[in-house]
């Protein structure tokens, strides 16, 4: 089955200071998607990556992925409060069912 | 706001006992996963539905089942519930079988 390793497990940045979380998958990825988690709610989808070398950007937030690698990165630029929440990657696993295997999470803390 | 809703937002079952969780989602949307989040963790997969009928179940054992209506509601039935139960439950929907999945805030159950 498929997993997926995302690295740091936490991060804590100064508000205004640039990050980057990762997101490794065991398997080939056929769709990884990025979603944002306030403690103890819904996902709140961020972006959609399908094809190796694609990008793409929403306001200070970048993702990428690295199709050989079977990896994602997630950067934010000028890090505000606001982006303060727990980073979880999912992975379609390609199947005939639309399932989506996720990471542990990455939280991320942004002081003022 | 994703559209999806879901009920109860808290609830408190002891050991042994039945529980049902509800899932309402976006209009049009035929396509309901629900996903278990344990504290600390990534959402895993439980089951999906399509049109109605289970199109999919992730390592969950019987006593986790669910049904899909045709007027886009959904529910999880958890039998003989254990402590390890506790959890918070998330239902997702998607339009058609494959597509961008819209996650509900969640049912966060406890079990005593």
């Known amino acids: 089955s498929q997993e997926l390793e995302q690295s740091p497990q936490s991060l804590i940045v100064q508000e205004g200071k640039n990050l980057t979380i990762n997101c490794t998958s065991s398997?080939?990825?056929?769709?990884l998607y990025w979603y944002k988690q306030k403690y103890g709610e819904g996902l709140i989808f961020l972006m959609m990556l399908q094809k190796g070398g694609e990008e793409k950007s929403h306001e200070k937030i970048t993702a990428k992925l690295d199709e050989k690698k079977q990896q994602s990165s997630l950067h934010i630029t000028a890090s505000q409060p606001s982006h303060a929440g727990i980073y979880l990657c999912?992975?379609?696993?390609?199947?005939?069912?639309?399932?989506?295997?996720f990471g542990k999470g990455t939280l991320l803390t942004v002081n003022p | 706001e994703t559209g999806v809703t879901q009920s109860p937002t808290h609830l408190i079952k002891t050991r042994g006992q039945q529980v049902t969780l509800r899932c309402s989602s976006q209009s049009g949307h035929n396509t309901v996963s629900w996903y278990q989040q344990a504290l600390g963790q990534g959402p895993q997969f439980i089951f999906q539905?399509?049109?109605?009928?289970?199109?999919g179940r992730g390592n969950f054992p019987p006593r986790f089942s669910g049904l899909q209506f045709p007027n886009y509601s959904s529910e999880l039935n958890v039998n003989a519930l254990e402590l390890d139960d506790s959890a918070l439950y998330l239902c997702?929907?998607?339009?058609?079988?494959?597509?961008?999945?819209?996650f509900g805030p969640g049912t966060r159950l406890t079990v005593l």
């Open positions: 398997k080939t990825l056929y769709g």
């Open positions: 997702a929907s998607t339009l058609g079988q494959r597509g961008e999945q819209f």
């Open positions: 539905y399509y049109r109605e009928e289970e199109n």
């Open positions: 999912g992975a379609d696993s390609g199947g005939s069912n639309y399932k989506l295997t």
